[in-house]
């Protein structure tokens, strides 16, 4: 069974000071692994998808990397308006759908 | 590009009773999914269409809930009859392609509440 694991569940940050999110999964063959952010009340929001150990992206103030066990989401210099649930998902090769962690919810102090 | 819509974007119902959620992908967009979040869980998939097709049910919970999607359009999740665990966020997400460096867009969401 495909499983998905975020730590830590909750991170405080200093606006300005910079962090990593951590996603470990175990897939039957990975077909991509995705990260999205999520504001309360609304929808998950796509930022990346990833497809191979060593596949590195970047969006803003956000970096995702992929290893064959994990990928991690760097946040540098962030800002009080990057507060959110930012979660993360696999898929599998002989699937559709997505697994989710759990997430890991971020707060950016002013 | 509109997004994903869904309506309600609350209910409350009484157990027993019957609820209907709709879901409007974008347009274009053959692959819907649903997926639901219960209290403390993480977000778990329902059911993948293709089309009017269903092309997975696997995480469909038991009978008591239907997925249709008419004419390969919006699609609809009716509970019947509601339980308390069945209380959540239902989300829909939608996605035009197969291949590679595709994203799902995912609606706001439905929160159910079953008292």
């Known amino acids: 069974e495909d499983q998905v694991t975020q730590s830590p569940e909750a991170l405080r940050l200093q606006e300005g000071e910079s962090s990593s999110l951590n996603c470990s999964y175990t897939?039957?063959?990975?077909?991509?692994l995705f990260w999205y952010r999520q504001d309360p009340g609304k929808g998950p929001e796509f930022l990346f998808t990833?497809?191979?150990a060593g596949e590195e992206k970047e969006k803003e103030r956000l970096k995702a990397t992929l290893t064959k066990k994990e990928s991690f989401l760097h946040i540098t210099a962030p800002k009080p308006e990057d507060s959110a649930t930012y979660l993360c998902?696999?898929?599998?090769?002989?699937?559709?759908?997505?697994?989710f962690g759990s997430g890991t919810q971020l707060t950016v102090l002013p | 590009e509109a997004g994903v819509t869904q309506f309600p974007s609350h209910s409350v119902i009484e157990k027993g009773q019957t609820v209907t959620l709709r879901c409007d992908p974008i347009?274009?967009?053959?692959?819907l999914y649903w997926y639901r979040r219960v209290m403390g869980k993480e977000i778990k998939f329902l059911l993948h269409?293709?089309?009017?097709?269903?092309?997975?049910e696997s995480g469909m919970p038991n009978n008591r809930f239907l997925a249709e999607r008419t004419g390969g359009t919006y699609s609809t999740l009716k509970v019947q009859p509601a339980e308390l665990e069945d209380s959540g966020v239902y989300f829909c997400?939608?996605?035009?392609?197969?291949?590679?460096?595709?994203?799902?867009?995912f609606g706001s969401g439905t929160r159910l509440t079953v008292v």
């Open positions: 990833l497809y191979s």
């Open positions: 997400a939608s996605s035009g392609s197969t291949g590679p460096n595709y994203g799902y867009t």
């Open positions: 269409f293709v089309k009017e097709s269903k092309q997975d």
């Open positions: 897939v039957s063959g990975l077909r991509g």
């Open positions: 347009s274009g967009h053959d692959n």
């Open positions: 998902a696999v898929q599998a090769n002989s699937a559709r759908q997505l697994t």
